[in-house]
Nanobody, 124 residues
Framework: QVQLVESGGGSVQAGGSLRLSCAAS????????MGWYRQAPGKEREGVAD?????????YYGAFVRGRFTISRDTATNTLYLQMSNLKPEDTAMYYCAARRRGCGLDPDKVDYWGQGTQVTVSS
């Protein structure tokens, strides 16, 4: 059974930074892509960033990221990261780690596995 466990969320002021981590219980190399999604209260879940395996550096980012976030993946330790900087109050949401067996992108309907989420709160 695949388990994805997020950590690193917290509360920061606008302009601050956070680094999210996601530890995968299974061999993450078996996933075509891994990524981060977020969901704010009353809003739909949206894709933040997605990344292929390390043999291909292709990454996908939501339009709202605008160079502020960087996704990375360490298949040796089955860990996914999201470095977030210049955080804004509108980034406040529950952030979820996700994995796909096939394909890549930012469509939450295509995700095969979800973590439980880690809360990020940005105050102004």
């Amino acid at each position: 059974q695949v388990q994805l466990v997020e950590s690193g969320g917290g509360s920061v002021q606008a302009g601050g930074s956070l680094r999210l981590s996601c530890a995968a219980s299974a061999d993450s190399a078996s996933f075509r892509c891994m990524g981060w999604y977020r969901q704010a209260p009353g809003k739909e879940r949206e894709g933040v960033a997605d990344i292929l395996g390390t043999s291909d550096p292709s990454r996908y980012y939501g339009a709202f990221v605008r160079g502020r976030f960087t996704i990375s993946r360490d298949t040796a330790t089955n860990t996914l990261y999201l470095q977030m900087s210049n955080l804004k109050p509108e980034d406040t949401a529950m952030y979820y780690c996700a994995a796909r067996r096939r394909g890549c992108g930012l469509d939450p309907d295509k995700v095969d596995y979800w973590g439980q989420g880690t809360q990020v709160t940005v105050s102004s």
